[in-house]
């Protein structure tokens, strides 16, 4: 999926961006490129990438979070150290606000981006409220894009029920995914199944991303 140096992660809150910006982040490092991740998700205390720091940097991967992040601070702030991700050659991900509100942090930005060849993908979830309709979805990315100042390059179909979820969801979804696709005018850089379903949707859905699950509840 990725393509350029610098990749940015958006989506509705339940879209499981996190977990797909965890699996890219791996990904990288195993192929032998240089990750720095950076958690830009100041709204939502709930499965922020910083939550994983240790297994990414036991892998080698560098983690800039929130200062005050898992603390009893309730607005915690992005360090200075974020700036560097601006400059270093190490390959970028940047997990981004699941709505317009967390969006306004990445805006901060603009200046810095604007000098950026980088992709912005846009992760969607048909089964989450507020994105179950192609329309909403499409919406939503209006907000995200004027709230953040930056433009989505693509879609990410990463459509799910979580353990529930099987190759019927998946399936399931794609006719919503190429209707998002139609309305934002965005290609759909991928659709993201659970690995252990890949094997059963080879061949019958494009571009498909299988990631491990990363990212659960407390009580899984």
Request: hydrophobic share 40%; with cysteine.
């Amino acid at each position: 999926m990725i393509k350029k140096r610098f990749t940015i992660i958006c989506g509705h809150y339940g879209c499981g961006k996190t977990n797909l910006a965890l699996n890219l982040a791996f990904e990288l490092e195993k192929s032998g490129k240089k990750v720095l991740m950076a958690d830009l998700d100041l709204v939502n205390p709930y499965f922020r990438s910083s939550d994983y720091i240790k297994e990414l940097n036991e892998q080698g991967i560098r983690m800039i979070a929130p200062v005050f992040a898992h603390s009893n601070v309730d607005v915690p702030s992005l360090p200075a150290e974020i700036y560097t991700a601006f400059t270093t050659s190490d390959h970028v991900i940047l997990d981004v606000g699941g709505d317009d509100v967390g969006a306004t942090v990445l805006g901060r930005f603009r200046q810095q981006l604007d000098s950026i060849d980088y992709d912005l993908f846009y992760v969607i979830n048909q089964y989450r409220n507020l994105t179950s309709t192609p329309e909403e979805a499409t919406q939503l990315l209006k907000e995200i894009e004027a709230s953040s100042r930056c433009h989505a390059t693509a879609i990410v179909n990463n459509s799910h029920l979580k353990e529930e979820t099987t190759a019927e969801t998946i399936l399931h979804s794609l006719p919503f995914a190429k209707q998002v696709s139609k309305l934002t005018g965005l290609p759909i850089a991928a659709t993201v199944v659970r690995e252990d379903l890949a094997p059963e949707l080879k061949g019958k859905v494009d571009a498909l991303y299988p990631v491990s699950i990363q990212v659960k509840t407390v009580w899984e």
